[in-house]
């Protein structure tokens, strides 16, 4: 079954305890993305790639790290979580940029 | 920056009418929209898209409507149905931004019996 998944589906952990989120897809897809989902501000592009090794800065890249050393995965790293990162993220793929998006089920993440 | 915006944060159906959600963008240079649903717990999900050189587009059940001298956006439901309940976001793409989509904040839609 064509997919895009992430684990953990739900995380709760404390201020400045570095954490990966993994993303994965399993259609051959040149482009990932991630999103922040918060009330009221819809999604917000985090970081992307076009393809292995081109990633680049969506609008709310702070605080973000991601890395693309194969094509089916692209997880995304909080260093130093801190609660402002309290959100829900979704991850996303895409045959080619700018085409229709495959979304992952969200990871629901709480930093206290 | 610019971005897109919805004109009604929610929207009440009966069903089997037809429902229209409309989407502001304020950027000329956008090339490319979409159109998505996210039910509650999950991911958004593809409807339809729309290319800047187009002002309509069919899908089943779905028509999305271009009008660029306004920078207006809609997608059009007919006949709506329980299971069209969800939030739907609009999202567009600059055209000098391969990577980079915008998405709109949503529209609820409730479908009622």
């Known amino acids: 079954e064509a997919q895009v998944t992430q684990n953990p589906r739900y995380l709760i952990t404390v201020t400045g305890k570095k954490l990966t989120v993994t993303c994965s897809q399993n259609?051959?897809?040149?482009?990932m993305s991630w999103y922040r989902q918060d009330p009221g501000l819809g999604l917000r592009q985090i970081y992307y790639?076009?393809?292995?090794?081109?990633?680049d800065k969506g609008d709310v890249p702070e605080g973000y790290k991601v890395s693309r050393k194969e094509k089916r995965n692209f997880p995304l790293i909080l260093e130093s979580p801190s609660p402002n990162q309290t959100s829900l993220y979704f991850c996303?793929?895409?045959?080619?940029?700018?085409?229709?998006?495959?979304f992952g089920p969200g990871t629901r993440l709480t930093v206290t | 920056g610019e971005s897109v915006g919805l004109h009604l944060p929610t929207l009440s159906v009966q069903e089997g009418d037809n429902s229209i959600i409309n989407c502001a963008y304020s950027?000329?240079?956008?090339?490319?929209f979409i159109w998505y649903k996210q039910e509650s717990g999950k991911g958004p999900q593809f409807i339809i898209d729309i290319r800047s050189n187009m002002d309509k587009r069919q899908g089943q059940r779905v028509t999305v409507l271009l009008n660029k001298t306004v920078k207006h956006l809609s997608l059009q439901i007919a006949a709506t149905q329980p299971g069209d309940s969800a939030v739907y976001f609009c999202a567009e793409k600059w055209t000098d931004s391969w990577g980079k989509l915008q998405f709109g904040a949503g529209t609820q839609v409730v479908v009622t019996p």
């Open positions: 950027n000329s240079a956008s090339d490319y």
């Open positions: 996303a793929s895409s045959l080619l940029a700018g085409g229709e998006q495959y």
């Open positions: 259609m051959n897809h040149e482009y």
């Open positions: 790639s076009m393809n292995v090794e081109v990633t």
